[in-house]
């Protein structure tokens, strides 16, 4: 769809080197282990794929009725069984909301005249369409643009600048690299570049740098909308059960850099800290709302794991 859409040279300029330091002083600095991501041979050639655990022959024991003489079910079939009870007892879900281009454009016209600007954002939102469509993303995707900005519809009510976090929604994710450490930083470079290409001034193109630069893990997020917006991109922790699942399976096959005992020690570290903090979430609307559910299925993970 993008592809028959020409990107404007501004927003074809290399982001790597771009990042100032006013974006990355808010950073926490890179982990001493994180050259190990991207080092030889911790390097895969080929996606991840989360295989189920080979079955062995192996048996385990059901506890409700097994009497002496039964034969014990195989785990295989006993976790089997287990998912499919859960299936059977999770409520329905709405569906995923549909990334729709035109919807997004009159969002974005929406913003800019809430801003006074009087621009085209199609040449924007196409570059924006054009990173996030890549086949190789499975979860920093349209898909999750698209329920990501269905949040903040639902909570713009909550938001000081609506503009600018919805500005921030659809622009911190258009850089990705999961073997770097700086993607946030070179996302709001890039956001600066596109913003600063359809007439948007300075101090509001620094509000939505600073709003995505603030979305990465152990930044420090001061004001209302960055609080807003983190919560906004942890939504998704309180899905039910089935789609959160999906959702943690898609963000492992996205870290193809990693191999799976280096993925999952990080994985885990981040669901415990997670867990032992007074809240997830940073607002109390998201919290009233999401909080319990989010706590289950992060504890339901380090279970399985």
Known sequence: MAAARPIPSFLQLPIDELADDDAQSVERPRPRDAALARGGSLRLTQPVRIAPPADDGQTGFDDAGLTPGQS?????EVSALGRALSAAQEPARPPMPAFDRDSVLASWRAWLRAWEVDADPAPVVDAIIERLGDSRRSFH??????????RLDEWRHATEDSAAVGFATCLR???LDPSRCDNEARSAEFARIGLAGLGVDTN?????RELIVSTREGAVIGSADARLLADIGRARLADPPRLFDTHEDDLRAESVHLVDAIYWRRRIAAIRAMLIRPRIYLTDIARGRLE??????LSRRLDTR
């Open 141 to 150: 995707n349209l898909e999750r643009l698209a329920s990501e900005l269905a």
């Open 204 to 208: 509001r193109i620094r509000l939505v």
């Open 292 to 297: 319990a559910a989010a706590r289950g299925n």
């Open 72 to 76: 014990a079910r195989p785990l295989a």
């Open 173 to 175: 994710y258009v850089i």
